[in-house]
């Protein structure tokens, strides 16, 4: 497969300054039928990242704690732990006395580190999304081909090996990636990618193979409403809510698809949780609303395509 071009870019398309897909405007795409006639499918992912305790090469600190402090970052390391040690199995537990069907992006720390931690996950998850090496370790644009594409290969190799099941979709730690990362995903045989936010359905990347994309939103992750933007937690519930009121009513027209992307360090905080809780069991009540994974999403768009 090519990657790149001599100059390390690909050719772009109209609209567009790169080449992994054409401009698509919803309202012109054919409509996509969603079982028992719902209107929006909802997919929860929970993002279980780890971060190392010791200072990374090159430094990357995540966000957690009460900002970034010397190593080692007791408060932000604890926060960000709390997630794996507690706030998850808060969040399962609800998801599971919903009914509502969970994946999971772990990336190979968690595997190789939290096997209690998986070996739950692999009871109650429908799906593993491959998460990268760590949240320290993002993909950026420093990296040369043969070192992503290292990153990628090594990343699912222990994955899969640590794993139940097998991994089809990549949710890159910090949504990381280079000029060349749709490719070198597709070169790996994945099925879809979840860093890109730029729609309200999966689309093909038709510069990159079979590759899809799975919007999971950023404007409704915690991580940017309750983390950057300080949205207070009954605020985030009633913004997850008035966007399901809108994608229902426009879903009734040809399918919409809402990527909820939860944080256990941060929305498994027992001061949150009740506030997701709530919502979420409104939600779960409409029966306008179908709840799966993105991969299953992702297969449905592809069948009809």
Same mark, same amino acid.
């Given at each position: ?7 390390? *870019?690909r050719p772009a ?5 790169h080449?992994?897909?054409g401009?698509?405007?919803l ?14 499918a ?8 780890a ?7 090159p ?11 010397p190593f ?9 732990e709390?997630?794996?040690?507690v706030?998850v ?9 919903l ?5 999971a992006?772990?990336?190979?720390l ?9 070996e739950h996950l692999?009871g *109650?998850?429908?799906?593993?999304? +491959?998460?990268?090496?760590?949240a ?18 090594e ?7 640590g794993?139940?099941?097998d991994v *089809?979709?990549?949710?890159?730690a910090?949504?990381?990636?280079? +000029?060349?990362?749709p490719?070198?995903?597709a ?28 919007p ?7 991580l940017?409403?309750?983390?950057d933007?300080l ?20 879903g009734?027209?040809?399918g ?6 939860l ?13 997701i ?11 306008r ?6 991969g299953q999403?992702?297969?449905w ?5």
């Amino acid at each position: 497969m090519n990657i790149t071009s001599p100059d390390g *870019t690909r050719p772009a398309t109209p609209g567009y300054d790169h080449g992994w897909f054409g401009w698509s405007p919803l309202p012109s795409r054919l409509p996509v039928s969603l079982p028992d006639s719902a209107s929006l499918a909802v997919s929860v992912v929970l993002d279980l990242g780890a971060v190392e305790w010791e200072r990374p090469a090159p430094v990357v600190a995540p966000p957690g704690g009460r900002g970034i402090g010397p190593f080692p970052d007791i408060p932000r390391m604890t926060h960000r732990e709390f997630g794996h040690r507690v706030g998850v199995f808060r969040l399962l537990r609800m998801m599971q006395e919903l009914d509502i069907p969970v994946a999971a992006a772990v990336d190979v720390l968690t595997v190789e580190h939290y096997l209690p931690l998986v070996e739950h996950l692999s009871g *109650t998850v429908g799906e593993f999304v +491959a998460g990268g090496l760590s949240a320290s370790r993002p993909i950026t644009s420093a990296m040369s081909e043969d070192e992503e594409r290292h990153y990628i290969g090594e990343s699912l190799r222990r994955l899969r090996a640590g794993l139940p099941t097998d991994v *089809t979709g990549w949710l890159g730690a910090a949504r990381g990636e280079s +000029a060349r990362t749709p490719a070198l995903l597709a070169e790996a045989g994945l099925r879809y990618v979840a860093d890109w936010c730029n729609d309200d359905w999966p689309y093909p990347m038709t510069g990159a193979g079979e590759l899809w994309s799975f919007p999971l939103s950023w404007e409704l992750s915690d991580l940017a409403a309750v983390s950057d933007r300080l949205v207070l937690p009954w605020t985030f519930a009633d913004s997850i809510g008035d966007a399901v009121d809108v994608l229902v009513e426009e879903g009734a027209r040809g399918g919409r698809v809402l990527g909820l992307h939860l944080h256990p360090w941060l929305s498994g905080q027992a001061f949150r949780a009740s506030a997701i809780e709530e919502v979420l069991r409104r939600l779960r009540a409409d029966e306008r609303i179908c709840w799966t994974t993105p991969g299953q999403v992702v297969e449905w768009c592809a069948d009809a395509h």
